[in-house]
């Protein structure tokens, strides 16, 4: 179980503002596959980062992820939505860059945090519990962010339980 088996085509995934506020109240916001909102509250420290993020919603956009970017800027990452809570493992083959994975179940809970996954490496990062949704930042932002186990992610696809994949064809 993986989100990179097989090298197909990268359709292009919705570029999304996304919003990580560990301590800072928890917003919603309308969902719009141009830019939706998300926030990521934890209990230790109140600071807003703003991300920019793709949004990966279908079996090829998770298949390709971040792979063969040899950049992503510091304020970007990829959300990987899944049409139901599993468990989860992803791995860097052909992945250039070192990534924070953040899984997180349907509720909006972080599961795991994996911090500076290893480019290249086919060893398997398993979520260590059910996960919907996965999020990719760049190594090291997590620790940057104080974002953990527990904290929790608003985002207008998770709202209220009724998680679903937006702008997919």
């Known amino acids: 179980m993986g ?5 197909s085509g990268f359709l292009g995934a919705a570029l999304c ?3 990580l506020a560990v301590g800072a109240p928890v917003l919603a916001a309308p969902v719009s596959c141009a830019m939706d909102a ?4 934890g209990a230790t420290k109140a600071a807003v ?4 993020i793709e949004l990966a ?8 992820g971040l792979m063969y970017r040899e950049t992503l800027p510091q304020d970007a990452g990829m959300l990987f939505v899944y049409p139901d809570e599993a468990p989860r493992a992803f791995w860097m083959r052909n ?6 994975m953040l899984f997180i179940d349907a509720a909006g809970q972080i599961v795991s945090v994996h911090e500076n996954a290893i480019p290249g490496d086919d060893t398997p990062i398993a979520s260590g519990g059910k996960a919907r949704f996965v999020l990719e930042l760049n190594g090291g932002q997590a ?27």
């Open 57 to 64: 919603t279908t079996a090829q956009q998770r298949a390709r």
């Open 3 to 7: 989100r990179r088996p097989g090298v």
């Open 95 to 100: 992945t250039l860059i070192p990534l924070d």
């Open 49 to 52: 980062t703003r991300f920019r």
């Open 38 to 41: 998300a926030v990521l509250t």
């Open 143 to 169: 620790r940057a962010h104080q974002i953990a186990a527990g904290s929790i992610l608003s985002h207008p696809l998770i709202e209220s339980g009724k998680a679903r994949i937006p702008c997919a064809p």
């Open 17 to 19: 503002a996304l919003l």
